[in-house]
């Protein structure tokens, strides 16, 4: 594993980026910022958070040849090793809030944005970024999340959290390899926010509407019974779980 340790960079995922395009590919090669000037957050958001607070880090994966259609595979391995890593500094419930929103009780502590690059028809690399809330406190207007700090009461040093998430992600890895997604995604839908409960759901015109969390199936779509007892699963951009 080679460890680039920056002061600030746009976001660690588009370094990543352009190591990759100057054909650096070293499995296991992790960028961390301590600053990021254009963090890049899903569905084209940005991430913004407190310079030097925070962990804001890039974990890239080589080699991997997973098929297209199992691309889930990724999302459920770097969201449970956060989960492991999270669960052993807490006493308050860590959940994943699918697809890929790390919740500490009904609050967001991380975010994960996984970018994936293909070699012919297979998923070869992967560019998993993080950031994950661990000394910020104050986050203005934003009600719904939290940090580290904010739960435990302490300071913690970031350096530290890292290295445990990397040998946390390594260790998810190893156990389960993609040959074996689907056990991997049955230990996922254990640790899913809102599992077996009826929740509110938003679509893309503002319209809200109740289901059930069912579970996850292997394309990463959330399966849901409807208030008419009818299955569903839907995809990320489908419907927001609020
Ligand atoms: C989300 O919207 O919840 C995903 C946020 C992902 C943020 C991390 S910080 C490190 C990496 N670099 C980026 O620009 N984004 C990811």
């Known amino acids: ?18 190591l990759l395009v100057n054909g650096f590919t070293a499995d296991y090669t992790v960028v961390w910022a301590k600053n990021q000037t254009k963090g890049r957050g899903q569905m084209g958001n940005q991430w913004l958070v407190e310079p030097g607070k ?3 880090f890039s974990v890239l994966r080589s080699g991997l040849a997973l098929a297209p259609e199992d691309f889930f595979y990724l999302n459920a391995i770097v969201s449970l090793s956060i989960v492991d ?3 052993s500094m807490t006493i308050v419930p860590v959940t994943v809030k699918w697809p890929n929103d790390i919740m500490a009780g009904n609050k967001k502590i991380c975010g994960i944005l996984t970018e994936n690059q293909f070699k012919g028809p297979v998923i070869d690399k992967s560019i998993m970024g ?11 207007e934003m009600s719904n999340v939290t940090s580290l700090k904010t739960l435990v009461g302490t300071d913690f040093n970031l350096e530290i959290i890292l290295g445990e998430l990397i040998k946390a992600v390594k260790r998810r890895f190893l156990e389960y390899p993609k040959e074996n997604y689907l056990a991997l995604l049955k230990v996922y839908e254990q640790q899913l926010f809102r ?4 929740s509110a759901f ?16 292997r394309s990463g779509k959330l399966k849901l019974l409807k208030e008419d007892e009818s299955e569903i699963q839907i995809a990320f951009k489908e419907l927001r779980l609020l």
């Open 1 to 18: 594993m080679q460890l680039i340790k920056l002061d600030a960079t746009a976001s660690t995922n588009l370094y990543l980026k352009e």
């Open 54 to 56: 925070n962990l804001t």
């Open 85 to 87: 890593v999270l669960k």
């Open 130 to 140: 993080i950031g994950l809330n661990v000394n910020q406190t104050n986050f203005g």
């Open 195 to 198: 599992i077996n409960k009826v």
């Open 202 to 217: 938003e679509d893309g015109e503002g319209k809200i509407s109740n289901a059930m969390i069912l579970g996850v199936a």
